[in-house]
């Protein structure tokens, strides 16, 4: 069954909000400055949203960078 998220609901914004934190690391860098960045973000969109979802979107964002790094598929 098809749910349509209403603008402006919090999912609608946790959504967002892991597309931003995507879209502002979706370039990995190899260094220190960069990971505390990733994680520091992870943690404020889980704190912000206080959701399962958020913080599986949130989770989802940062392994994939961790991924990407890696320069798996």
Known sequence: MKRTIEK???EWK???RAWQFYQDYAIPENN???WENVVQTMSE??????TP???WLAYG???????MAKGEK
């Not at 969109?45 to 206080?50: A, M």
């Not at 964002?61 to 991924?67: M, P, S």
Request: charged letters at 45%; hydrophobic letters at 35%; proline letters at 0%.
């Open 8 to 10: 402006g609901s919090d």
């Open 14 to 16: 946790a959504f967002t």
């Open 32 to 34: 220190d400055e960069y």
């Open 45 to 50: 969109i889980e704190r912000e949203y206080k």
């Open 53 to 55: 979802l958020a913080k």
């Open 61 to 67: 964002v940062a392994k994939a960078l961790d991924e």
